[in-house]
């Protein structure tokens, strides 16, 4: 633990044991972004020694740091610096969901992007607090939640493959042998939920 601190052009982390320096970023060419993780409100420093994550415990405070590092001369990077949407797959009940791909690796994710104005009411801080408690080949993995000014965007992995209720609607029953091997998966994946005391609540055709 310890308190960051602008001096100049660098970011001072202080020991709370001693007045010596944790460590220093300098902040010459860096750049920043805000993300929402399991600890709230936090932003990225991409640095010359690394990639730095700092949480903050509200959003003025976070939005200070904002301002601070914009007047030191870093950089804001906003969502569409990293990603383009390419696709729109539809909307939920709370938001709309995209293809979208990864300017620097153009590898293809999900995005679900969530009006700020319904952040609240849609539990996306629940849904960020349990996916980023999870890895599992069964379980969709969550790789950033970015919010910018009107949105919350999830970056999310894309399965590619569609929707169960879909692909049954389309070619009807699943043969026993692809049901087996269905069913298999999705036990594993409760499994690991149920060992973090998860529980889905909304398991469906629609959610597979």
Same mark, same amino acid.
């Given at each position: 633990?310890?308190?960051g601190?602008r001096?100049?052009?660098d ?18 060419g860096?750049?920043?972004?805000? @993300?929402l993780?399991? /600890? ?9 020694? &690394?990639? $730095? +994550? ?5 959003h ?23 990603y ?10 709370f938001?709309k969901?995209?293809v ?28 960020? @607090?349990?996916?980023? /408690? ?9 790789? &950033?939640? $970015? +919010?910018?000014?009107n949105?919350?965007?999830?970056v ?7 929707e169960?209720?879909d692909f ?18 999705i ?22």
């Amino acid at each position: 633990g310890g308190e960051g601190e602008r001096q100049d052009n660098d970011v001072t982390m202080m020991s709370e044991r001693n007045d010596q320096p944790s460590f220093v970023i300098p902040l010459c060419g860096v750049r920043f972004v805000n @993300n929402l993780t399991e /600890r709230g409100p936090c932003f990225n420093l991409d640095a010359r020694g &690394g990639i $730095y +994550e700092f949480s903050a415990q509200r959003h003025d405070y976070r939005n200070l740091w904002n301002a601070i590092l914009v007047k030191a001369g870093c950089r804001e990077l906003i969502f569409t610096d990293l990603y383009s949407l390419t696709e729109y797959i539809g909307e939920g009940s709370f938001g709309k969901v995209y293809v979208a791909k990864e300017i620097s690796s153009e590898d293809e994710k999900i995005v679900k992007a969530v009006p700020t104005k319904d952040v609240d009411s849609s539990n996306i801080q629940a849904e960020i @607090n349990i996916l980023s /408690r999870i890895d599992h080949p069964y379980i969709a993995k969550l790789y &950033g939640a $970015y +919010e910018q000014e009107n949105y919350v965007c999830l970056v999310m992995e894309y399965l590619r493959g569609g929707e169960v209720y879909d692909f049954i609607q389309e070619r009807g029953a699943y043969p026993e042998h692809v049901a087996r091997v269905a069913i298999w998966r999705i036990l594993l994946a409760l499994k690991c939920l149920h060992s973090l005391n998860i529980v889905h609540r909304d398991l469906k055709t629609e959610n597979l």
